[in-house]
């Protein structure tokens, strides 16, 4: 009988991860089709953003605020990640173009979004483990475009 609640509390806390990251995912899909209502219903009317890049790239800002099309740059990701309440899509096309999104979501509700533009990004977790202080704070996620291997762009860590 525990290890039935210990099953069901285990499955409990992937849902919100795997939620999360469907509805990326689904934010996605709806901007390859033009389907703004549901980008729409996916997005807090407060939507926080961060971008990091040169300015000319902020290509997913100026989809979301309806500035730019969605074909005027395309964003398929090659990877997403869903870490708590943050979801991580990275994609590149290319030499020249590399991407990572950084969605937060509470409820299911993407409320902040971080774009980093050609540029190299590390996610470490430094919340400290109840009363322990960490020393050595692991990394949950790391830029991996293969087709970028070579190239020198500026690094980032993210702290969450």
């Known amino acids: 009988m525990a290890s039935d609640n210990m099953e069901s509390s285990s499955s409990m806390a ?32 407060d939507l926080e953003w961060w971008f990091h890049g040169p300015p000319h790239c902020q290509h997913m800002m100026r989809v979301l605020t309806g500035e730019s099309v969605y074909t005027d740059f395309k964003f398929e990701p090659r990877s997403i990640t869903a870490i708590d ?52 704070s692991p990394t949950l996620w790391q830029s991996q475009p293969r087709d970028l291997a070579k190239r020198s762009l500026p690094g980032l860590l993210l702290a969450i």
């Open 14 to 45: 992937v849902e919100p991860e795997s939620r999360n990251k469907a509805n990326v995912i689904e934010l996605y899909k709806a901007l390859a089709s033009g389907d703004a209502g549901i980008v729409a219903g996916l997005l807090a009317g």
């Open 85 to 136: 309440d943050c979801v991580i899509a990275e994609g590149w096309e290319g030499a020249q173009a590399y991407w990572v999104h950084v969605w937060t979501l509470k409820d299911g509700m993407i409320t902040q979004f971080r774009e980093y533009f050609n540029t190299w990004l590390t996610v470490k977790d430094l919340r400290p483990v109840d009363w322990e202080i960490r020393h050595d």
